[in-house]
């Protein structure tokens, strides 16, 4: 049986900038623009000394972030990429603009993520003195591997004062950070907020998901009926939501619905009872019905088990012949990240009246009634989906569209 946490109507906060960096690139014209032209960034496994036979979604030049130096206690891989990510498409500057019109204590930071920094305490636990036992004196739990590090590093470098928190719930973590944000906001506990996810690869994450058996060793293939599992990546991505944007194409923040299988700890509810409930939460937060959706960005992970039972969910929701994509084919799984990552790729969409198709999908599965959008194309969409379905049964679906 599927417990909720029933979402009220959510008074429509807007989108008024958006940073990304991932295996598509740096930046969010980089990953629109890989979108349309049809170029991937997942590649063959070379993460460190990681020997799976695998596809990987890495971002290129992270290794390579320098932290300032005030900020040194915190270098690890996450933060790079969270610092990253910050860099790209002029956000650490639209933050500025909104701290000196708010002030840095009024605006809130909610990250997701599953693993935060924790591949420092890997190579940390590698790194042991031989007699002692003892780990390497640079390693600091509260600056790397803690899992509200990441959090405190993206609110020290944008020089925030605000209520903070990390949100950690498997797959659906960054997608029920813009939820969090948009609670506090209503609650009066911060007047805006930036809302994230930052997750990186590490080895617990790979030989986790190699163990549990789900990883494909080729590119993923959300929804083929030759699927086989998936391909995890990496990513950091933001977005700024504001009560106000005086843009004419201004996008927002239009609903939300959170809700728990209790059904089994990874293994989603067969019927997607659940996840269908999360759907009808965001809609009646965001007062539509569900023939308003123009586009459902899908969980899409690639695994027989959860592509069925997302299936089944949007079709208990949903007419037939809303289209579906899943961008996972593109990035791969960024797990704690890829609710953020998939939100923002929905407001390129969004932005740029387009639907992506699902790289890597050659032949839907006849068994899943959802309309696969296999190629992109351009098409006026107003408002669309974005779905996030975490192991534990941890269910997050959003809407964002044009204001009105």
């Known amino acids: 049986m599927a417990s909720s946490s029933a979402s009220s109507v959510l008074k429509p906060l807007f989108v008024t900038h958006v940073a990304l960096a991932s295996a598509l690139g740096h930046g969010a014209a980089a990953a629109f623009d890989a979108l349309v032209r049809g170029h991937g960034g997942l590649r063959r496994n070379d993460f460190l000394d990681c020997a799976l036979d695998t596809c990987i979604g890495r971002v290129d030049g992270v290794e390579s972030e320098e932290i300032p130096a005030e900020l040194a206690a915190f ?78 590093f993206v ?23 813009f939820a969090a944000a948009a609670r506090a ?17 590490c080895f617990t994450t790979l030989h986790g998901f190699a163990s549990l058996e789900l990883l494909s060793r080729q590119p993923c293939r959300p929804c083929d009926a030759m699927r086989d599992g998936i391909s995890i990546g990496e990513a950091a991505g933001y977005a700024l939501l504001e009560p106000r944007d005086a843009r004419s194409d201004a996008l927002a923040f239009l609903g939300y619905g959170e809700t728990s ?10 019927e997607g009872l659940g996840a269908a409930r999360a759907m009808r939460q965001a809609l009646a937060s965001a007062r539509l019905a569900a023939r308003d959706i123009d586009y459902i960005n899908l969980h899409g992970t690639g695994t027989r088990n959860n592509d069925a039972a997302e299936d089944a969910a949007v079709g208990s929701v949903f007419t037939s012949d809303v289209p579906c994509s899943g961008t996972k084919g593109w990035t791969g799984h960024t797990l704690g ?11 390129l969409c969004l932005r740029h009246g387009y639907v992506p198709g699902t790289l890597n999908t050659v032949h839907p ?21 974005s779905n996030s379905f975490g192991f534990g049964g941890s269910n997050c679906s959003l809407i964002f569209g044009r204001a009105e």
């Open 185 to 201: 906001i209503a609650a009066g506990l911060c007047d805006a907020a930036v809302v994230g996810g930052v997750e990186t690869l």
């Open 261 to 270: 299988d209790a059904y089994h700890m990874s293994t989603p509810h067969p």
């Open 337 to 347: 990240a890829a609710g953020a990552l998939e939100a923002i790729l929905t407001l």
């Open 155 to 177: 609110r020290r470098r944008l020089h925030l004062a605000g209520p903070a928190s990390t949100i950690s719930s498997a797959c659906s973590s960054s997608a029920k950070a």
């Open 75 to 152: 270098d690890c891989r996450s933060s790079r990429l969270g610092q990253l990510g910050l860099r790209q498409d002029g956000f650490s500057e639209a933050v500025a603009r909104a701290r000196s019109e708010y002030g840095p204590d009024r605006i809130g930071v909610f990250i997701g993520t599953s693993s935060s920094g924790i591949l420092s305490a890997e190579l940390g636990y590698r790194a042991r003195d031989a007699v002692t036992g003892a780990l390497p004196a640079r390693l600091g739990f509260r600056e790397t591997y803690n899992l509200f590090s990441v959090t405190d």
């Open 365 to 385: 599965d006849p068994a899943l009634k959802c309309r696969i959008v296999l190629e992109g194309t351009h098409r006026n969409i107003r408002r669309a989906m």
